[in-house]
Structures are given as C-alpha cells and as structure tokens.
C-alpha cells in the first residue's frame, strides 16, 4: 500500500504559475501509474493529468495540455504537476492519486487506488 502526499499548493495571481509535488512512501511509485484530479468548490472532482509506470506517456485533460505539465522520478518516488498560466478556473483543491490501470483508464478515477489528501490551489484575479 502507499502512502501519498501533495505539496506545493498556495494562493497566486492570475497568470503565475505554481509547481505541485506528491511523494510517496510505503511502496514504490514505480510500479503505479499517476495521476492528478482536481476538484473545485460546489463541482465535481474531474481529471488533470497522469502519466504511465512504464514508458512515461501522459494524458491531459482536453484544454489543460500546454499550461500544464505532468512528470515523475521514480528514484525519488516522486510525481509533479507544473502549472502554467493560472487562471482563477483553476482554483481547487488538487489530488494525486496512484493507478494499477493504463491508457484511457487512467482519465476515470474510479480507476486509481490510493489518493492524497489534497492542496489547495487558489488564483487571485
């Protein structure tokens, strides 16, 4: 089992960018692919980002891939999500979470096992 936890959160202005980081512990992260959701206030948790165990291929949320950057160093058991031109539209609270699946699977979180406990990520205007 693994444990998670997202860092890096923080309040930032419209057009800043911030830099998350989710560790992990308890297992190794090289075997799980990753992923980051998000959810906002009053929304539903939808899907960021995630990347593969295996061969690095990364997924993106239509409208996302650009601003944001997803990447991993399984050495340091350690996943990040680089965020890029903030708007307040992307104000939440952000989740890692590890996946025993692949491919499209990784788009529905109903496929991950583990989660974080979150960060909050707030974009002033």
């Known amino acids: 089992q693994v444990q998670l936890v997202e860092s890096g959160g923080g309040l930032v202005q419209a057009g800043g960018s911030l830099s998350l980081s989710c560790a992990a512990s308890g297992d190794t992260l090289g075997k799980y692919a990753m992923g980051w959701f998000r959810q906002a206030p009053g929304k539903e948790r939808e899907f960021v980002a995630a990347?593969?165990?295996?061969?690095?291929?990364?997924y993106y949320a239509s409208g996302l891939k650009g601003r944001f950057t997803i990447s991993r160093d399984n050495a340091k058991n350690t996943v990040y999500l680089r965020m890029n031109s903030l708007g307040p539209e992307d104000t939440a609270v952000y989740y890692c979470?590890?996946?025993?699946?692949?491919?499209?699977?990784?788009?529905?979180?109903?496929?991950?096992?583990?989660w974080g406990q979150g960060t909050q990520v707030t974009v002033s205007s």
């Open positions: 990347i593969e165990w295996s061969d690095g291929d990364t």
């Open positions: 979470a590890a996946s025993y699946y692949s491919g499209s699977s990784l788009y529905n979180g109903q496929r991950y096992d583990y």
